[in-house]
T-cell receptor, first 115, second 116 residues
Framework: AQKITQTQPGMFVQEKEAVTLDCTYD???????LFWYKQPSSGEMIFLIY??????QNATEGRYSLNFQKARKSANLVISASQLGDSAMYFCAMREYYNTDKLIFGTGTRLQVFP | DAGVIQSPRHEVTEMGQEVTLRCKPI?????LFWYRQTMMRGLELLIY????????DSGMPEDRFSAKMPNASFSTLKIQPSEPRDSAVYFCASSLARRANTGELFFGEGSRLTVL
């Protein structure tokens, strides 16, 4: 069954430091996508980064990178040089492309960046 | 281009009343998803459509919930009768088919429902 697990309810990081948010997944599908979304206190869902199951290189988007370890079924988000504006909820998500094509979310990690 | 548009943004109603939430997906998108977000249960997928056809409604909590997509540019989520435990933020999201891109979902701003 399709499943996403985020084991860190909350994380703290000092401004300008890097932080890693953990995500593990489970699927029987061979083709799938992994996504990270940010939800600030204002409530909107902001797409950050995508990794396809067949992509050999880790995805990067500016200060965001996705540490994809397929054998371990993990897709951790790394935020480099944290900024105060990075304080938000972060959701890992997975979309299966053969079995169901639906996208499900993990429970989220609340990141707090302090000066 | 306009993003996903949801209405109303906020709804306060009394238990037993009918609630209708509306969504206009991004033009040209093949998929439409309805999610519910609560503190206790996080982001739950309720139902999703492909080319206006419901594909999986296994997340719809009860028969009080129903969703329709009469055409490619409009979808509704209806709760009748509403109960206090239905209070949540309801998100609509749309995406292109996987063959066209990554399958990223674009979200509306959400409809915050409060049932008294």
């Amino acid at each position: 069954a399709q499943k996403i697990t985020q084991t860190q309810p909350g994380m703290f990081v000092q401004e300008k430091e890097a932080v890693t948010l953990d995500c593990t997944y489970d699927t029987s599908d061979q083709s799938y996508g992994l996504f990270w979304y940010k939800q600030p206190s204002s409530g909107e869902m902001i797409f950050l980064i995508y990794q396809g199951s067949y992509d050999e290189q880790n995805a990067t988007e500016g200060r965001y990178s996705l540490n994809f370890q397929k054998a371990r079924k993990s897709a951790n988000l790394v935020i480099s040089a944290s900024q105060l504006g990075d304080s938000a909820m972060y959701f890992c998500a997975m979309r299966e492309y053969y079995n169901t094509d639906k996208l499900i979310f993990g429970t989220g990690t609340r990141l707090q960046v302090f000066p | 281009d306009a993003g996903v548009i949801q209405s109303p943004r906020h709804e306060v109603t009394e238990m037993g009343q009918e609630v209708t939430l509306r969504c206009k997906p991004i033009s040209g998108h093949d998929y439409l998803f309805w999610y519910r977000q609560t503190m206790m249960r996080g982001l739950e997928l309720l139902i999703y459509f492909n080319n206006n056809v419901p594909i999986d409604d296994s997340g719809m909590p009860e028969d009080r919930f129903s969703a329709k997509m009469p055409n490619a540019s409009f979808s509704t989520l209806k709760i009748q009768p509403s109960e206090p435990r239905d209070s949540a933020v309801y998100f609509c999201a749309s995406s292109l088919a996987r063959r066209a891109n990554t399958g990223e979902l674009f979200f509306g701003e959400g409809s915050r429902l409060t049932v008294l």
